[in-house]
């Protein structure tokens, strides 16, 4: 939760990701749903409009794995950061993701009451080793304390609020909306199984970048390296779960994985631009 009030000078961004990190009284919740339609609707309708209807799971999965083999051909902004960004510029995209490193996963919890118990129990063990198995200095927030604090920046979610971009803001707001305002929660599972299958990738930029600097509190990025590749595992078992309990619109899977793919991309490419223009 956040100790804050929204400025009328912030950006509706901004003003969302306050909200949905403040007590949900009814004025809070209509503030949120107006702020947050005005922006999701458009971007959903959008993809769906664009987005031919899926056969199936099998049909969803190739899907997945064909946009997962293009972000594998890297980008201008990752090969900036991997071999040539300064430290201070590095610095300066991990300022900018910290708001989503420190509130790791907790906005996933919301999706769990709303799955089969079968596919609850995948989400669930996820969940268990984004919080560390309940070992604190395992939890992906503490370790991305760590890398924080070898780089001199603070340690308060607060100090963040400020130093975050909207492409930032977006990615982080979309997940309150995956996972509590969605009317489908196969959006949710969509988006998820493409960020766990995505980051063991993703991540060997930060990697290679915290190699390449000397820099010795990585671990948050060298972590999801390895642990993601059994989530991403997990997340096809919750989708297979889902199926056999529910059904499944293949479709929203894949409209979820683009949403996501979409304001993760935007994100990254914005702070690694930022660091440049900044150094
Ligand atoms: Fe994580
Ligand atoms: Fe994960």
Redesign the pocket.
């Known amino acids: 939760m956040l100790n804050v009030t929204p400025k009328p000078t912030d950006s509706p961004h901004k003003r969302l990701f306050i909200l949905n990190r403040t007590l949900q009284t009814s004025t809070v919740l209509a503030r949120i749903e107006e702020t947050e339609a005005a922006w999701i609707d458009p971007l959903v309708t959008g993809l769906a409009q664009r987005t031919a209807p899926l056969a199936d799971r099998a049909e969803w999965k190739l899907r997945l794995d064909g946009l997962l083999a293009l972000e594998r051909g890297g980008s201008p902004a990752g090969d900036y950061l991997a071999e040539k960004a300064t430290r201070e510029q590095f610095a300066h995209v991990v300022r900018e993701f910290a708001l989503d490193g420190l509130t790791?996963?907790q906005n996933f919890f919301p999706a769990v009451p709303r799955l089969p118990m079968r596919a609850q129990m995948a989400v669930m063990r996820v969940l268990i080793?984004?919080f560390g198995c309940g070992n604190l200095q395992q939890t992906?927030s503490q370790l991305y304390l760590d890398l924080l604090a070898e780089l001199g920046l603070p340690q308060e979610l607060e100090s963040f609020l400020d130093t975050t971009g909207d492409e930032t803001y977006a990615f982080l707001n979309v997940f309150y909306w995956l996972t509590l305002r969605a009317t489908h929660v196969e959006y949710f599972l969509g988006a998820l199984a493409y960020l766990e299958a995505s980051?063991p990738d993703a991540f060997t930029v930060q990697a290679r970048a915290c190699a390449r600097l000397g820099l010795t509190r990585g671990k948050?990025y060298t972590?999801?390296l390895h642990?993601?590749t059994f989530?991403m595992r997990e997340m096809q078992t919750a989708i297979k779960e889902y199926e056999a309990s529910c059904g499944l619109d293949a479709t929203k899977l894949w409209i979820g994985a683009q949403l996501l793919s979409r304001l993760i991309g935007g994100a990254f490419d914005a702070a690694v631009e930022r660091a440049r223009e900044a150094a």
């Open positions: 790791e996963a080793d984004e992906h980051i948050y972590e999801h642990i993601d989530h």
